[in-house]
């Protein structure tokens, strides 16, 4: 079984910074591409940031610049540093990566988190 757990979510001031972490255990082979996705009340869920098992990465254009995403490949962890957080930052953040399967190594699936509530609000 697979899993993903997320923490650091919680209230910060504009303009303040909050760093996520992911990780991913359970029985594994191989953890591919991970990332983080974002839905506020009434929103559809959205791509934040993407990093490839190789380092690279992407990032919605509302987050550029303030944003970084990074990964332990050792750990099977992803992190999502963020910076000069603003009110519409404020939403669920939900962990995704793309796993090979130990037993059989043709499978790989997508697994999400549990999600963590990020608010920014003075």
């Known amino acids: 079984q697979v899993q993903l757990v997320e923490s650091g979510g919680g209230l910060v001031q504009p303009g303040g910074s909050l760093r996520l972490s992911c990780a991913a255990s359970?029985?594994?082979?191989?953890?591919?591409?991970m990332g983080w996705y974002r839905q506020a009340p009434g929103e559809q869920r959205e791509l934040v940031a993407a990093?490839?098992?190789?380092?690279?990465?992407n990032y919605a254009d509302s987050v550029k610049g303030r944003f970084t995403i990074s990964r332990d490949n050792a750990k099977n962890t992803v992190y999502l540093q963020m910076n000069s957080l603003k009110p519409e930052d404020t939403a669920v953040y939900y962990c995704?990566?793309?796993?090979?399967?130990?037993?059989?190594?043709?499978?790989?699936?997508?697994?999400w988190g549990q999600g963590t509530q990020v608010t920014v609000s003075s």
């Open positions: 990093i490839t098992r190789g380092g690279s990465s």
């Open positions: 995704n990566a793309e796993i090979q399967s130990q037993r059989v190594r043709t499978d790989t699936a997508a697994y």
């Open positions: 359970g029985s594994m082979f191989r953890v591919w591409s």
